[in-house]
Every structure is written in structure tokens, then in C-alpha cells.
């Protein structure tokens, strides 16, 4: 699985737009990239997947740049309760031929949403 | 639906005892995963499984066993506790279908060593 590169930490203001950058230079062609976040040592809950093309759903939007080697979840209208650690994580989507779904987590970046 | 739970939510060991966490989804999935979480780090995996009856190794293994007799439970067990087992652990379950695979984790265990 490729690895990423998120930075430590990042603040947003209240209600305001936050966009948490992830480096995946080495990804590749089959390999999906997936958005979890950490709230307060809870246990990770997924956010949002894509391959190539942006995706949006209730939680966040999912921008890819054309090349795939980095992309961006957007919360658009961040709130107090979005305060967490963010893990960008790439693999493969499929499972079989050895896949077994298994995240291999970084250290993620910790937004801090600000009143 | 209950999700995925965990069993105990805390506990403290002496070095050298054994313990076994338990861990259940009520989502009929298929995969389950054990990992553990030390301060300031992100997830590591310990052992996992693909099915009822089967079990394989994570990034993390040593020191610790698992068992999936049951498709809805996933056991983690410590033979002989060790303090540089103190940590969180957090087990997780998927269904291996659609591109999502997404993975349903637990409330989390956290177990000190002393």
C-alpha cells in the first residue's frame, strides 16, 4: 500500500471551510484513497473514498488532482465537533488475491476547529 | 443494532498475567481486525481475520493470540502481560464488498500493564 504524508496539525475557524491536504505520490493505478477521522481516542470512523474523480457526500468533499498523487477532504462548514485526528490512508478497494482490507494508519493530522 | 462492541472498556494487569478481550459485531461481516493505539500514534493492526475458523497476522503480532470460532466474535488474547502492552486497542469489522470496504470500529479497550 502506498504511503502517505499529512501534516501533524492544522487549525480552522468555526464555520469556515477547513481543507486537510494528503501526499500520495508513490500511489497506484488500483489503489483507492480512502478518509478516516479519530474523535477524542473513540474508536475511527469513516469519512469518504475515491479513485480519480472528486466525491461528495453528507459528512465531506474529496477533491484528487488529476494525477492522483495528493488530494484534499474539504468540511465545509467546519463545527467544534469535527475536532479530531484525520488519517489519509491508500489502498486497494477490492478484496481477494491476498487484499484483506487491513488501514494501515499514519500519524494523521489533528484539527483543532476554533470558536 | 449494536455495532461493533468491546469487552471490558478498562482494565489494569500485573506483568506476567493473561487476559482475553472480547470483541462482537451484530453486522454478520465477514473481516475482523485487532488494533492496538500507544499516545500519540496512529492504529497498528495485530492479527486479523478473513472469515470464521481463520486468523492471520498483522503488522504487530507478537505477544498476542487470537480466535474467531464464531463469525460475530473476535478474541484477543495476552499469554503474559507486558507494561509495553499498555496501549488501547480497538477492534474493527468490514464486508468485503463494493469499494467502500469500510471498516466499523469499536468503542476501544484500554488496558495498563503494570
Known amino acids: 500500500d502506498a504511503k502517505t504524508t499529512q501534516p501533524p496539525s492544522m487549525d480552522c475557524a468555526e464555520g469556515r471551510a477547513a481543507n486537510l491536504p494528503c501526499n500520495h505520490s508513490t500511489i497506484s493505478g488500483n489503489e483507492y484513497v480512502y478518509w478516516y477521522r479519530q474523535i477524542h481516542s473513540q474508536g475511527p470512523q469513516y469519512i469518504i473514498h475515491g479513485l480519480k474523480n472528486n466525491e461528495t457526500n453528507e459528512m465531506a468533499s474529496l477533491i484528487i488532482t488529476e494525477d492522483r498523487k495528493s488530494s484534499t477532504l474539504i468540511l465545509p462548514h467546519a463545527t467544534l465537533r469535527d475536532t479530531a485526528v484525520y488519517y489519509c490512508?491508500?489502498?486497494?478497494?477490492?478484496?481477494?488475491?491476498?487484499?484483506?482490507?487491513?488501514?494501515?494508519f499514519g500519524q494523521g493530522t489533528t484539527l483543532q476547529v476554533k470558536p | 443494532n449494536a455495532g461493533v462492541t468491546q469487552t471490558p472498556k478498562f482494565r489494569v494487569l500485573k506483568t506476567g498475567q493473561s487476559m482475553t478481550l472480547l470483541c462482537a459485531q451484530d453486522?454478520?461481516?465477514?473481516?475482523m481486525y485487532w488494533y492496538r493505539q500507544d499516545p500519540g500514534m496512529g492504529l497498528r493492526l495485530i492479527h486479523y481475520s478473513v472469515g470464521e475458523g481463520t486468523t492471520a497476522k498483522g503488522e504487530v503480532p507478537d505477544g498476542y493470540n487470537v480466535s474467531r470460532l464464531k463469525k460475530q466474535n473476535f478474541l484477543l488474547g495476552l499469554e503474559s502481560a507486558a507494561p509495553s502492552q499498555t496501549s488501547v486497542y480497538f477492534c474493527a469489522s468490514s464486508y468485503p464488498g463494493g469499494t467502500a470496504n469500510e471498516q466499523y470500529f469499536g468503542p476501544g479497550t484500554r488496558l495498563t500493564v503494570t
Open positions: 453486522m454478520n461481516h465477514e473481516y
Open positions: 490512508i491508500v489502498r486497494v478497494a477490492t478484496y481477494g488475491s491476498g487484499n484483506t482490507g487491513k488501514l494501515i
